[in-house]
């Protein structure tokens, strides 16, 4: 599997695909705000914190990182196509971010889930993250990623890679 950097303009409509998918998973019954989304999403792009990876040039996942304050960094979105749910690469992709949070110099990985997502919940359990908030029907979770055995390669971080 392959990271690259999203290419904006020509990611967009793949990824908006993807996210209205996963809106449906985690906010059922919601409006799905598009131009909320891509408004935000180009801004974080443009400042490389949109992963896209790939499996021979076929998009297999994303993450979107962001980096509040000076020690933390933030899961905004991780998501898997589909037809590959269950084949570890949601474990692979988190601990890009994790790798790719330290290498940016932070000290805390946090995220928000949606707890009836059984699938999303066991993966950051299986990361050892605990719960920082309980916001009903979803938490807000922490990992301390300076500790480092969850990172036996310590992973390349930047840039273009395999992961
Ligand atoms: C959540 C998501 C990223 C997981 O990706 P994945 O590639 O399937 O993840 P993995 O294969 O690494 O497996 C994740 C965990 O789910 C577990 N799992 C597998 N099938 C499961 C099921 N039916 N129910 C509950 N857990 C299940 C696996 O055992 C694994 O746990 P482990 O790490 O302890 O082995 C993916 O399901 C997804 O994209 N969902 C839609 C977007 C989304 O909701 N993102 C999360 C936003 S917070």
Do not use: C
Not at 133 to 159: C, F, H, K, N, V
């Amino acid at each position: 599997m392959k990271r690259r950097p999203m290419h904006y303009e020509r990611d967009l409509d793949t990824l908006l695909e993807l996210h209205r998918r996963s809106w449906e998973i985690n906010f059922p019954g919601r409006r799905f705000d598009s131009w909320v989304f891509t408004a935000s999403l180009e801004s974080s792009a443009r400042r490389d914190e949109v992963f896209i990876y790939e499996d021979d040039d076929a998009i297999v996942a994303w993450l979107w990182l962001a980096f509040p304050g000076r020690d933390g960094a933030h899961v905004r979105h991780i998501q898997v196509v589909e037809d590959h749910w269950g084949e570890g690469i949601g474990r692979r992709v988190m601990l890009d971010a994790i790798a790719t949070a330290r290498a940016r110099g932070r000290r805390v990985l946090t995220l928000v889930v949606t707890k009836s997502n059984a699938r999303a919940m066991a993966l950051y359990r299986s990361l050892t993250f605990t719960v920082e908030r309980d916001e009903g029907e979803r938490q807000r979770m922490w990992l301390d990623i300076t500790r480092s055995y969850l990172l036996p390669d310590e992973a390349e971080s930047e840039g273009s890679h395999n992961t």
